[in-house]
């Protein structure tokens, strides 16, 4: 812990080498709302408690459970009006039990308040790093010792969600659900 009470942050370790450049796909299953807006490129950011080496694409997975705390974000702004901009006028609408899509991991940072050597950090801070806009912010966990998962604009949106059941972690896809993106 630091003086301010915050763990001390620990660099994420660096990338395997070819990872994800096999062609396998890693599927991560996230609650709603946050699984649309990743897929649909609403939020470019996922923010998690750990960090990851893999570098490739990953299925998004919407879970099954969605509890009142996740239902009621989906009336607050700016959840509310970009939900409805997708096409969801309620949370009941959104997906759940799915693969919704695809998304390319480019990298994970390590999350700080401050500038700090290495490359693999963002800047926190208010208005340290133009990626992390109002948006962005709102749609994420931003705190010093958390990890910001970095995708490409480019999204694979399925025009129908593959039922699928989830899990925890960052896990391979079945090849029989990977060939159904082609």
Excluded at 103 to 112: E, F
Excluded at 137 to 143: H, L
Excluded at 149 to 161: A, K
Aim: charged share 20%.
């Amino acid at each position: 812990m630091n003086p301010q009470g915050e763990r001390e942050a620990t660099p994420v370790a660096p990338v395997r080498e070819g990872a994800g450049a096999t062609g396998e796909v890693r599927v991560l299953s996230l609650l709603q709302p946050w699984a649309t807006l990743w897929v649909a490129g609403a939020k470019l950011i996922e923010t998690r408690s750990w960090g990851t080496d893999y570098r490739g694409r990953v299925a998004v997975h919407a879970s099954k459970g969605f509890d009142r705390e996740a239902r009621t974000i989906c009336e607050i702004e700016p959840f509310r009006s970009v939900l409805r901009g997708l096409g969801f006028a309620s949370a009941d609408q959104l997906p759940r039990g799915s693969i919704l899509g695809l998304v390319t991991i480019t990298g994970c940072n390590l999350m700080l308040a401050s500038d700090a050597p290495g490359r693999n950090w963002i800047n926190i801070a208010p208005g340290a790093d133009a990626r992390l806009t109002e948006q962005e912010r709102a749609f994420g966990e931003y705190r010093v010792g958390r990890h910001a998962w970095m995708t490409s604009p480019d999204r694979n949106v399925l025009p129908q969600p593959i039922p699928f059941k989830g899990g925890l972690g960052l896990r391979t896809l079945p090849s029989e659900i990977v060939a159904r993106f082609a």
